[in-house]
């Protein structure tokens, strides 16, 4: 039986996971936790193989969760399971020592697939994002470009986005990201810039040649 832990803040995604894993062969859930700090002490507690884990978590995110358990817990594999696909959460995430990548729109299969995979020492992750891993490991990816008011190059490139008018369902598919994602480097882009619309960042996005 493969021991697992899952870490979602959210209690209903929690729980649902915690269900729909108890019902699959070969596969324990052990705990549950709330946060990356929770999810640490419950990781060592259960003796858990696998920990299911979400990035966006409050206190120690999941990330710097990952990183704890591969510091201290090194036997113990990680596998997200998240909303955000995008390049830095997904980099920053196999950086911090995570064997998987999953988003939360994978199926019951696909989940146990990748739990199992971790478990026995392979690297798994969502066949949408492994070909923006190959490109940047061949050094195929576009260079980076600097962004004023600490917008994040994905932030950049989604607002540039906006400026050719995609919509947010347009911007989703052309990054394979989802809708959520894009959602939330919009909200966070009009914080930084201080934009109330879409005009205003668009506006933005002219006056400092963030525009294609």
């Given at each position: 039986?493969?021991?697992v832990?899952v870490?979602?803040?959210?209690?209903?995604v929690r729980?649902?996971?915690?269900?729909?894993?108890?019902?699959l062969?070969g596969?324990?859930?052990v705990?549950?936790?709330?946060?990356?700090?929770?999810?640490?002490?419950?990781a060592?507690?259960?003796?858990?193989?696998?920990?299911?884990?979400d990035?966006?978590?409050?206190?120690?995110?999941?990330?710097?969760?990952?990183?704890r358990?591969?510091?201290?817990?090194?036997?113990?594999?990680?596998?997200?399971?998240?909303?955000?696909a995008?390049d830095?959460?997904?980099?920053a995430a196999?950086?911090?020592?995570?064997?998987?990548?999953?988003?939360k729109?994978?199926?019951?299969e696909?989940?146990?697939?990748?739990?199992?995979?971790?478990?026995?020492?392979r690297?798994?992750?969502?066949?949408?994002l492994q070909?923006?891993?190959?490109?940047?490991?061949?050094?195929?990816?576009?260079?980076?470009?600097?962004?004023p008011?600490?917008?994040?190059?994905?932030e950049?490139?989604?607002?540039?986005?906006?400026?050719d008018?995609?919509s947010?369902?347009?911007?989703?598919?052309?990054?394979?990201?989802s809708n959520?994602?894009?959602?939330?480097?919009?909200?966070?882009?009009?914080?930084k810039?201080?934009?109330?619309?879409?005009?205003?960042?668009?506006?933005?996005?002219?006056?400092?040649?963030?525009a294609?």
């Amino acid at each position: 039986m493969i021991r697992v832990l899952v870490a979602d803040d959210q209690r209903v995604v929690r729980e649902g996971l915690a269900t729909l894993l108890g019902l699959l062969e070969g596969i324990e859930v052990v705990g549950q936790a709330a946060d990356g700090e929770e999810a640490v002490g419950l990781a060592a507690q259960t003796r858990a193989d696998v920990v299911l884990m979400d990035l966006n978590m409050p206190g120690l995110d999941g990330t710097a969760a990952t990183a704890r358990l591969a510091a201290e817990q090194p036997g113990v594999k990680v596998l997200v399971l998240t909303t955000y696909a995008d390049d830095e959460n997904l980099f920053a995430a196999l950086r911090a020592g995570a064997r998987g990548y999953l988003t939360k729109d994978a199926g019951a299969e696909a989940i146990a697939g990748a739990i199992r995979d971790v478990h026995e020492g392979r690297s798994h992750v969502d066949p949408a994002l492994q070909a923006r891993l190959v490109e940047a490991a061949v050094g195929g990816a576009a260079p980076e470009r600097a962004a004023p008011d600490e917008l994040t190059p994905r932030e950049a490139e989604v607002l540039a986005l906006i400026a050719d008018g995609l919509s947010n369902a347009e911007i989703a598919e052309r990054l394979v990201v989802s809708n959520a994602t894009v959602k939330t480097h919009i909200n966070r882009i009009f914080m930084k810039i201080g934009a109330r619309d879409r005009a205003q960042a668009v506006r933005y996005a002219f006056e400092h040649g963030l525009a294609g």
